[in-house]
Each structure stands twice: as C-alpha cells, then as structure tokens.
C-alpha cells in the first residue's frame, strides 16, 4: 500500500510540474501576441496618419497627389522606424545591459 501511495504522489508531482510549465508557455505566448500587435498598430497607424495629413494638404492646396504621395512615403518610413525601435528594445528590460557594456 505504501509504494502505490509513494507512486501516486510521484506522479501527481510529475503532473503539477507539467501543468505550471505549459502554464508558463501559455502566458509567454501571449505576451509575445501583444508585442506583434502593438508593432503593427505602430505601423498601420504611422501610415494612416501620414495618408490623412496628404489628403487634407492636397485639398487644402488644389494639388491632388503631390502631397498623398510625399506623406505617404513618410508614413511607412515612419512605421518602420517605430516598429525597429520597439523591436529593438525586446530583450533588454530595466536594469539589464548588453554583455559589451562597460561599467563607468
């Protein structure tokens, strides 16, 4: 009777071990959603701003795409910056630095 008791709280440790490890995954995963989401938020609202502001110019200024394309171009270039810099900090929380940083 002991070893069976001894066997099963083995294996409801083995199970309560797998349980806060997928749990752990879980939450990983959706972190990582998050900071696709806000990478294309970045990216989609830079151009949609940018689209807004070269309509109202060109109506503004009787200049039909002159200015939807100028602002266009600024737009992506913008949201790529945004998303590169957004990326770019992944990894590196406050208080960490990179390995090739020297203290002062």
Known sequence: MKKKLKDFSKRLENLKNLNSKSKNKKNKDFKDFGVYLKSGVELISAIIVS???GIFL???FQSK???LIIFLVLGFATGIINVYRSV???GFEVGFKKKNDKLH
């Open 51 to 53: 689209l807004v502001i």
């Open 58 to 60: 060109d109506n503004y």
């Open 65 to 67: 795409p002159v200015f």
């Open 88 to 90: 770019k900090k992944l």
